[in-house]
C-alpha cells in the first residue's frame, strides 16, 4: 500500500499568514493525489483534485502543486474559516490511502 | 445541489451486522461511481470501498474483505454497505461519497459503534 506522510502534524497561524502544508507519497503517484478540508463535527469536503487543481467554489488563496511523491498545499492568507483538518489523499490505484491530517490552529 | 444522507448507523454488539444506506439526489446516480469511507473517533479518514456505475466493479481495504459488501439500487437513486461479523476497530463514523476522479463530495455520515 501506498503510504502518506504529512507535515507537520499541527500548525499554529495567525489570520494573513501564508501557510504551506507537505504531503510525501511513498511511492510515485504522478499527479493523483487530493486536498480535503475537515472542521469539527463536519464531513469533509473536496478542495484540490489532480494535485494542482482547484475544486468548484472553492477560494482562490488556496493553491496546491507537486507530482510524483512530493506534493504541497498552500493557503495564502490565511481567513478565520480556514482553521480546520486538512488531509491529502492519493487515488492512484488501491487502495485510497490518506495522510494522518494537519490541524490548522490558531495561534 | 448534490445530497447524500446516510442512515442505519447505531450500537451493535461484536459479531453482529449492520447495513448502511445513502440517498443520493441532486445528480444522475446512476452516472456515477460511489464510495463509502469511515473515520474513527478522534482519528483521520479511511477508504472503505468504491463500486462503479453498474455495480460489476467493486474494491475493498484489506481489513473488510469478506465482511462487507458495498452494493448499489439505482432504480432507488441509493448506495449500500453491508457490514458482517463487526469489530471494535470498526466503530467510526461511515461517509457515502460520489466519486469523480476521487471523492468530490461526502455526505454527512451515519456513527457505527461495535461494542458489547
Known amino acids: 500500500d501506498i503510504q502518506m506522510t504529512q507535515s507537520p502534524p499541527t500548525l499554529s497561524a495567525s489570520v494573513g499568514d501564508r501557510v504551506t502544508i507537505t504531503c510525501r507519497a511513498s511511492?510515485?503517484?504522478?499527479?493523483?493525489l487530493a486536498w480535503h478540508q475537515q472542521k469539527p463535527g463536519k464531513a469533509p469536503k473536496l478542495l484540490i483534485y489532480?494535485?494542482?487543481n482547484l475544486e468548484s467554489g472553492v477560494p482562490s488563496r488556496f493553491s496546491a502543486s507537486g507530482s510524483g511523491t512530493e506534493f504541497t498545499l498552500t493557503i495564502s492568507s490565511l481567513q478565520p474559516d480556514d482553521f480546520a483538518t486538512y488531509y491529502c489523499q492519493h487515488y492512484s490505484g488501491y487502495p485510497w490511502t490518506f495522510g494522518q491530517g494537519t490541524k490548522v490552529e490558531i495561534k | 445541489e448534490v445530497q447524500l444522507v446516510e442512515s442505519g448507523g447505531g450500537l451493535v454488539q461484536p459479531g453482529g451486522s449492520l447495513r448502511l444506506s445513502c440517498a443520493a439526489s441532486?445528480?444522475?446516480?446512476?452516472?456515477?461511481?460511489m464510495s463509502w469511507l469511515r473515520q474513527a473517533p478522534g482519528k483521520g479518514l479511511e477508504w472503505v470501498a468504491n463500486i462503479n456505475q453498474d455495480g460489476s466493479e467493486k474494491y475493498y481495504v484489506d481489513s473488510v474483505k469478506g465482511r462487507f459488501t458495498i452494493s448499489r439500487d439505482n432504480a432507488k437513486n441509493s448506495l449500500y454497505l453491508q457490514m458482517n461479523s463487526l469489530r471494535g476497530e470498526d466503530t467510526a463514523v461511515y461517509y457515502c461519497?460520489?466519486?469523480?476522479?476521487?471523492?468530490?463530495?461526502w455526505g454527512q455520515g451515519t456513527l457505527v459503534t461495535v461494542s458489547s
Open positions: 461519497a460520489k466519486k469523480g476522479g476521487t471523492v468530490n463530495y
Open positions: 489532480g494535485a494542482s
Open positions: 511511492q510515485s503517484i504522478s499527479i493523483w
Open positions: 441532486g445528480f444522475t446516480f446512476p452516472d456515477y461511481w
